[in-house]
């Protein structure tokens, strides 16, 4: 899988690349990703990405030409089996069904705002060239200083799906928020060594070795959302 970042900071994602599973991933070759800067499609000296708003609102505004630019510059280099993420407030929330439909797809493009936001102009622009390909998706209720967040936390969430970032298939199966129960589970408490910590010990049954006992408390104690 491809997933590419439309960032005016693309030094924000040096730690999230080179640490852990994601950075595997990368070494052998099952995701790759790419960082674009806006600014290089900004044709001023200074590369001015922002401007004020109309009407003379508080803030500044991502202007929507380079935005635009660097997205189809992105497109004319993959051509096909795309999809862009747009993470902004929205009625629609982010959650695991997003994370694996995303996960099918073999290039994923994240625009990442900032300030007040883009220029209403690329929205329309994108739904009306991509209405299939484009979507605004909003991380829930909060705002963040920048965008890059959400979209790491949202390209983590497919990623992890994309088999042999995680080797371990039942890690990816066995989990939280599973499709097969329409995500409303959550799961089960679990337990590592020592056997005791503090007043607080392990279940005995864990230490039975009785898979028909422990796999029944294990659902009895999976919880329903």
Not at 163 to 177: A, F, G, L, T
Not at 196 to 219: A, G, Q, T
Request: hydrophobic share 40%; with cysteine; proline share 4%.
């Amino acid at each position: 899988m491809n997933i590419f970042f439309i960032s005016i900071f693309p030094e924000i994602f040096e730690s999230f690349l080179a640490t852990s599973l994601i950075k595997k991933a990368i070494e052998r070759k099952i995701l790759k990703f790419e960082i674009i800067n806006p600014r290089q499609f900004c044709h001023d000296k200074n590369q001015k990405i922002d401007d004020e708003i109309y009407w003379w609102w508080a803030g500044m505004l991502m202007m929507a030409k380079p935005i635009i630019d660097s997205v189809e510059f992105v497109i004319s280099k993959i051509e096909w089996n795309f999809q862009i993420i747009f993470p902004s407030p929205s009625a629609e929330v982010w959650n695991q069904k997003y994370a694996h439909s995303y996960s099918k797809y073999e290039n994923i493009i994240f625009v990442c705002g900032r300030y007040e936001g883009i220029d209403y102009r690329f929205e329309q622009y994108m739904q009306d060239r991509y209405s299939n390909n484009f979507r605004k998706i909003s991380m829930g209720k909060f705002i963040t200083l920048w965008w890059e967040l959400p979209s790491m936390t949202m390209a983590e969430s497919i990623a992890r799906l994309i088999p042999w970032v995680i080797q371990d298939e039942i890690s990816r199966q066995d989990e939280s928020y599973q499709i097969s129960m329409n995500m409303e589970n959550l799961e089960y408490p679990q337990y590592t060594r020592p056997k005791e910590v503090e007043w607080f010990v392990v279940p005995e049954v864990l230490l039975s070795w009785n898979h028909k006992d422990i796999e029944n408390r294990k659902n009895e104690n999976s919880k329903t959302i």
